[in-house]
């Protein structure tokens, strides 16, 4: 599929090739999508992080409202994959706190329990959806691996908690729940742990990679949804994505690909025998024990979810005219969800919550360099400046009655910015200009778009 601005994109292309230091595959710090996730229970619901905040549809994917990172609370720590649970609660770990949403997006907090440390990685249980695993890696304190069964209500710790332990990630195994795998660095070598019942007992193995040159992060990124022997990790080393695979449930690794990117996520199906990665600016197919060949689509911001058989993929409008598709074929065709210029003004939201009150006098500035409709018909009305006082956003969502809408707190308290590694983070610096400038090339768009065919 070819862009509907061209031109403006190719314009942008030719002067980003005039900075140094800056590709235009790197997307110039232009909002993109980041990762998509599904309401337990509910596939009409999707929910997509991005560089600019949140997403978020109520009808599969027809519209799509914005949650601006204001509201959301995580300050320099975006979320890298987020939990949506079937009673509406969304839970995310930000590498600096457990954000949780109580009402499907409008009512942010960062959990008390975990405020003296950092959650890098977060679980959930694949068939109850009220048991989380939760990991920390804060430096100089005691890390290690806590519970919950409540829905992120309250939270335990497993008998894995000491210090010279960071760690960075979590996956539950689908065919066996109790089968935890956990990574990080312990005593300054790379690890992976696992417990074989629930986090009572661990396991650890130390990988020195010695044919590697200096690795660092690594991190479980996938475990086989038939064998629960099998575990898949990545090592970054001198500027290379290294995809390793164990089959011993991660006492040995053997290396799948090489990737020259930065990794943003793996899934694989539902037999455990193809596996697909999305990187910064790519995205990868093929045996989960290797090759793994490059795809003509997405390009750029390529993350991936596997539902069912169904394959949802982020990619970057300004490249090829979506930020989410969807696929049934395995990666190789991709249908369009949508293109960030049809998101429809804020997400709506009770009086009080943070999103109600703080994001409708953001929206225009984000709608003109989206290319969005300022203030499309069945959205918010037109906010007063700034300065004018807080902006009425309109009534509730009445079509999401279950997601509830009791908790209407202020806004959370920002955690302390951080150094946050990975990802699509939006740049600053010399590409701040052509971001402005592609904003002024795309065609304005001031009401409401017909359905993408």
């Not at 890298?80 to 409008?106: F, K, M, N, Q």
């Not at 390793?244 to 006492?251: A, I, K, T, V, Y």
């Not at 045996?287 to 058989?309: H, I, K, W």
């Amino acid at each position: 599929m070819k862009s509907r601005c061209p031109g403006a994109w190719s314009t942008v292309a030719f002067l980003l090739a005039l900075l140094p230091g800056v590709s235009a595959h790197a997307h110039a710090g232009l909002p993109e999508t980041s990762n998509v996730t599904l309401r337990r229970g509910h596939p009409e619901d999707f929910f997509s992080g991005t560089t600019f905040g949140a997403v978020i549809s109520r009808d599969s994917g027809k519209t799509w409202r914005w949650v601006c990172p204001d509201a959301m609370g995580y300050g320099g720590w975006r979320p890298e994959a987020y939990v949506w649970r079937e009673t509406g609660d969304i839970l995310a770990a930000t590498g600096s706190a457990l954000l949780h949403s109580p009402d499907a997006g409008c009512t942010w907090r960062t959990h008390p329990f975990f405020k003296a440390t950092w959650v890098t990685g977060l679980a959930a249980h694949p068939t109850d959806d009220r048991v989380f695993h939760a990991v920390t890696g804060r430096p100089g304190l005691a890390n290690g691996v806590y519970r919950s069964d409540d829905g992120g209500e309250t939270w335990t710790a497993t008998p894995l908690l000491r210090t010279e332990l960071e760690l960075n990630a979590v996956r539950v195994s689908p065919v066996d729940p109790r089968r935890l795998y956990v990574s990080g660095v312990s005593d300054n070598a790379l690890v992976v742990l696992r417990s074989d019942d629930a986090g009572d007992t661990w396991q650890e193995f130390p990988h020195a990679l010695p044919e590697l040159l200096r690795p660092y992060a690594l991190t479980v990124v996938a475990v086989d949804p038939v064998d629960v022997d099998g575990v898949w990790v990545r090592v970054s080393a001198q500027g290379y994505t290294h995809l390793l695979r164990s089959e011993d449930g991660g006492r040995t690794l053997t290396q799948v690909t090489v990737l020259d990117d930065t990794f943003i996520n793996m899934d694989l199906s539902s037999d455990g025998g193809t596996a697909w990665v999305g990187t910064l600016n790519y995205f990868f197919m093929g045996a989960s024990t290797g090759p793994l060949e490059r795809q003509p689509l997405p390009t750029g911001n390529a993350c991936v979810l596997r539902d069912g058989e169904t394959l949802y993929g982020c990619g970057s409008t300004w490249l090829h005219d979506w930020a989410l598709a969807r696929s049934t074929d395995q990666g190789r065709t991709w249908e369009h969800i949508f293109a960030l210029y049809e998101i429809q003004g804020t997400q709506l939201c009770p009086r009080g919550t943070p999103v109600r009150d703080l994001c409708p006098a953001r929206w225009p500035q984000l709608a003109e360099q989206l290319g969005a409709p300022l203030y499309p018909d069945g959205g918010v009305e037109e906010p007063p400046r700034p300065d004018a006082g807080t902006p009425d956003a309109g009534g509730p969502d009445t079509g999401t009655p279950d997601a509830g809408t009791s908790d209407a707190g202020g806004a959370p308290g920002e955690p302390p910015a951080g150094p946050k590694s990975g990802g699509c983070a939006a740049a600053a610096g010399p590409a701040l200009p052509l971001l402005l400038l592609l904003s002024s090339l795309l065609p304005r768009r001031r009401g409401p778009r017909r359905p993408h065919p």
